[in-house]
């Protein structure tokens, strides 16, 4: 019986290491997205900043933007998040419906 139980706790200690990678690479995801998203964002602002107007998508852009700061915020993955530590995801949607009015 010893033998059983032993084959039973490896198999759950192997399902919770599966999980941690699971985790960790959804992390990886959500913080690569986020820094993909405020990359592109970086580049419409600076576009903007010398043409006088937004490039073609740019609303696109921001509002992908917000979605990245969001779910970084939501997901229990820790990264900087880049000044949004202290706003609420209500406080983020003012921000998105402010500077996405495009």
């Given at each position: 019986?010893k033998?059983y139980?032993?084959?039973?706790?490896?198999?759950?200690?192997?399902?919770?290491?599966?999980?941690?990678?699971?985790?960790?690479?959804?992390?990886?995801?959500?913080?690569?997205?986020?820094?993909?998203?405020?990359?592109?964002?970086?580049?419409?602002?600076?576009?903007?900043?010398?043409?006088?107007?937004?490039?073609?998508?740019?609303?696109?852009?921001?509002?992908?933007?917000?979605?990245?700061?969001?779910?970084?915020?939501?997901?229990?993955?820790?990264?900087?998040?880049?000044?949004?530590?202290?706003?609420?995801?209500?406080?983020?949607?003012?921000?998105r419906?402010?500077?996405?009015?495009?």
């Amino acid at each position: 019986m010893k033998k059983y139980l032993y084959i039973v706790l490896l198999i759950g200690i192997w399902s919770c290491e599966d999980n941690k990678d699971d985790s960790s690479n959804a992390c990886s995801d959500i913080v690569s997205n986020a820094a993909e998203a405020t990359s592109l964002w970086s580049d419409v602002s600076d576009y903007r900043w010398i043409n006088g107007e937004y490039p073609e998508g740019a609303k696109e852009i921001c509002n992908a933007y917000f979605d990245s700061i969001i779910l970084l915020k939501e997901s229990n993955c820790l990264t900087d998040l880049d000044g949004w530590e202290n706003f609420s995801l209500n406080e983020i949607e003012v921000q998105r419906t402010s500077q996405c009015d495009i």
